[in-house]
């Protein structure tokens, strides 16, 4: 991982934001900036010409990880508190009345407080999504490994998918399905694994419940692992039973959805005309009501990562960033839940190329009707 590469772009951003500094507080940003993985740490930057300084404050359980992963960045264990002592470091390192960026999407009221008494003469700057969209464009490296976790899910999903059957519980599938996926090697699961059957497939989020596989009707599996500190993120939907001419219409435009989302996409384009493309394909269905979330989100160190895949509406700022790049990893997967009846959602991850994307995840998105 280029970690030396990062630090510039980052001290290349702060520059055009005019912030001689900054302290990171969100730990997927500092895993990114400096390889850091431990649970808690704090990264003070500060710029001096085109050089950024960096310091990572961690306490004494991580003297040995740090010392081991950390790459570009001095280690501090501190022992005054990881936000006293960066708070310091960075009074030493910048001027008196810097602006100090700090990252207002991942800091309590009560850390700013604090550090508004502990370096007073410094202009705290709330900034939001910085290193965050430095991380939507992925590198060679980060590509291979968000590769490396898709195909060991992949390969999970085909061998358990069989496995599915009226009354057993969907907590089973999900444990069968993390079991698998820890055994072959996977750090942990990307989030909750996701199994809905029956009626609760009409739940976008329906979290693997106690209730036993309808005999008749769509089961939604959502899962994703970490492998190697990136994620993937899958959804495939299997038919129990024998599905009536209905299910199958559903079915049909979900993944006609899906696959004109994934043929718009290309570098350069805006991120909402992916949403439109998938969007408009359930709605000349008469599902476009029942299609409740957006299109797809990138991924990486962590599950839901900037470029969001949304709809334009006159209300809200536009999403950001506001066109595709070649290099970002994002999930195509739109989806219909008719409440009382069930829902579909189908889901692969593609990588953005100049010339469209390529498709990530290799499963079958044929009907599996069990
Ligand atoms: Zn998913
Ligand atoms: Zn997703």
């Given at each position: ?7 510039l ?14 302290l990171?507080?969100?730990l997927?940003n500092?895993?990114y900036?400096?390889?850091?993985t ?15 300084r960096?310091?990572l404050?961690?306490d004494g359980r991580?003297t ?10 001095k280690v501090?264990i501190a022992?005054?508190?990881a936000l006293?002592?960066a708070?310091?470091w960075?009074?030493r390192?910048a001027?008196?009345n810097a602006k ?7 800091f ?7 550090l ?5 003469r410094l ?10 969209r ?15 976790a ?6 999970v999903y085909?061998?358990i998918?069989?496995?599915?059957r ?6 089973a ?7 698998v996926?820890?055994?072959m090697?996977?750090?942990?699961m990307?989030?909750e694994?996701i ?5 609760r ?11 036993p596989?309808?005999?008749n009707?769509?089961?939604?599996i959502?899962?994703?692992v970490v492998?190697g500190?990136y994620?993937s993120?899958?959804?495939?939907t ?9 299910a199958e219409?559903?079915?049909?435009a ?6 004109a989302g994934?043929?718009?996409?290309t ?6 005309k992916?949403?439109?493309?998938a ?8 599902l476009?009501e ?13 599950i839901h ?14 999403p950001?960033?506001e ?12 989806g219909v839940?008719i ?5 579909v ?10 010339t ?14 069990l």
């Amino acid at each position: 991982m280029d970690y030396v590469g990062r630090q510039l772009r980052l001290s290349t951003q702060l520059a055009e934001k005019r912030l001689p500094a900054m302290l990171i507080t969100h730990l997927p940003n500092v895993r990114y900036l400096c390889g850091f993985t431990g649970s808690a740490a704090i990264l003070a930057v500060a710029v001096a010409g085109k050089r950024p300084r960096l310091a990572l404050f961690t306490d004494g359980r991580y003297t040995e990880q740090a010392r081991l992963e950390v790459q570009g960045a001095k280690v501090v264990i501190a022992r005054g508190g990881a936000l006293r002592e960066a708070a310091g470091w960075l009074a030493r390192n910048a001027e008196v009345n810097a602006k100090v960026g700090f990252e207002a999407d991942h800091f309590s009221f009560s850390a700013y407080e604090s550090l508004r008494k502990l370096a007073s003469r410094l202009k705290w700057q709330p900034t939001s999504q910085l290193v965050e969209r430095l991380r939507a464009v992925k590198e060679p490296a980060e590509i291979a490994q968000i590769r490396a976790a898709i195909d060991l899910a992949s390969q999970v999903y085909d061998s358990i998918v069989a496995d599915i059957r009226p009354g057993i519980l969907e907590t089973a599938i999900a444990a069968e399905l993390e079991f698998v996926c820890r055994r072959m090697g996977a750090e942990r699961m990307s989030f909750e694994t996701i199994v809905a059957s029956g009626t609760r497939s009409a739940l976008p989020h329906g979290i693997a419940s106690t209730q036993p596989i309808a005999a008749n009707g769509f089961v939604i599996i959502d899962f994703g692992v970490v492998l190697g500190g990136y994620c993937s993120d899958m959804t495939r939907t299997v038919f129990v039973g024998q599905p009536n001419r209905r299910a199958e219409r559903i079915y049909q435009a979900v993944l006609n959805a899906q696959l004109a989302g994934i043929k718009a996409v290309t570098a350069g384009l805006a991120t909402t005309k992916v949403d439109y493309a998938a969007r408009k394909v359930l709605e000349k269905a008469g599902l476009g009501e029942y299609f409740t979330h957006s299109t797809g989100h990138g991924v990486g160190i962590e599950i839901h990562e900037l470029p969001g895949l949304r709809r334009a509406t006159k209300t809200t700022k536009p999403p950001q960033p506001e066109r595709l790049e070649a290099g970002m990893v994002v999930t195509i997967e739109p989806g219909v839940y008719i409440p009382g009846y069930g829902g579909v959602r189908i889901e692969d991850m593609v990588l953005v190329t100049d010339t469209g994307c390529e498709v990530l995840t290799p499963n079958s998105k044929e009907l599996i009707v069990l």
